[in-house]
């Protein structure tokens, strides 16, 4: 359960409130898997030595970052998060790795992100210009990487960013300009290409194909869990601790999978005024049931598919202007599980 009333300048927000500074102060992002009423968290504005840095919490089971977010918003920086209570889970250019207290993950905020958390998780966030990063430690980081806190770089990585919850703002300082070079060095030793990189797991490689077996299946209707671990060549009580081990269940991805698409349409259809039938997008998204699919899309966008796709005609047609020709047909965002 989230407390703010022990963190300075720290206040619960309410959904609508969260959304709306997580997107002014971090970018575009979605959360999932619980409803608005129930939705508690707070994003709090810090600076790490002048640099830009955010303490956000929240009780939602998956917070995602898709492709369509970072067309528009187009955010062009890496996030170095810390967290700081509670575990998560977090996918990023087909990795999937599990964080807790006192780990450290490098985000590329120009690629699709995904973390499955627990309601008591709580991460500080430093935000920092690719091309400053870049021109520092001498090369492009990748997105999705992480250090446990036990190495010695991390140890005082995590010391520098995580006293930034504790002081809240301060004012600057002719010493600042030296601390963010060292920031830069800690963050260039954790994540050096020349450092030695793990071998990803088997049981990784297999999960990235599983998902993308998924890609390609979900939009039949006769498409579930017991076709992939089919189609993976592995048993169906093997698949789903394969998802259970990531936060997630099969079953819960498919879905995931469907409604974004299916969001996807909604914006089309009315950004091009088609009048296409719900029923009919509804069962393109792999739904033989219209009202399972409204049950279903109501509970993860809160609001009716009709609702939806009038509400986002404005959005979705600027969105199309800015699509180029070989933008995929729907969200990013659905590589990865949903928690809902």
Known sequence: MLQSDAISGASLQDFEAWKDLVERLCGGYRSDGIAPKDFHGWVRPLNVYGLTA??????????????????????????????????SAMIQNDQSVRLVVGDIALIDAARPVTFSTEPSARWMSLHLPRQALVSHVGFEPQGG?????????????????????????????????????????????????????????????????????????FSDPDFGPADVAAAAGISLRYLQKLFTERGSTCSEFIYSLRL?????????????????????????????????????????????????????????????????????????????????
């Open 54 to 87: 955010r303490d956000v919490a929240c009780n939602a089971h998956q917070v995602g970052r898709g492709q369509r977010d970072i067309r528009l918003d187009g955010l062009d920086h890496y996030f170095v998060l810390l967290q700081i209570s509670g575990k």
């Open 145 to 217: 990487c992480f250090r446990r806190r036990g190495s010695r770089a991390g140890h005082l990585l995590s010391d520098v960013i995580g006293a930034a919850h504790e002081d809240g703002e301060s004012a600057l300082s002719p010493a600042d300009s030296y601390m963010q070079f060292a920031i830069y060095d800690l963050i260039g030793a954790l994540f050096s290409p020349s450092d030695p990189q793990p071998v990803p797991r088997a049981t990784d490689k297999l999960f990235a194909r599983i998902c993308g077996m998924i890609r390609s299946g």
């Open 260 to 340: 974004d698409h299916a969001a996807h349409l909604l914006r089309r259809r009315a950004a091009q005024d088609s009048g296409r039938p719900l029923s009919e997008i509804a069962y393109g998204c792999g739904f033989r049931d219209y009202t399972h699919f409204a049950r279903k899309f109501r509970r993860r966008i809160g609001c009716a598919p009709g609702a939806y796709s009038s509400a986002n005609a404005g959005l979705q047609a600027a969105d199309t202007v800015r699509a180029g020709p070989g933008e995929r047909a729907f969200s990013a965002r659905d590589v990865l599980p949903s928690a809902t």
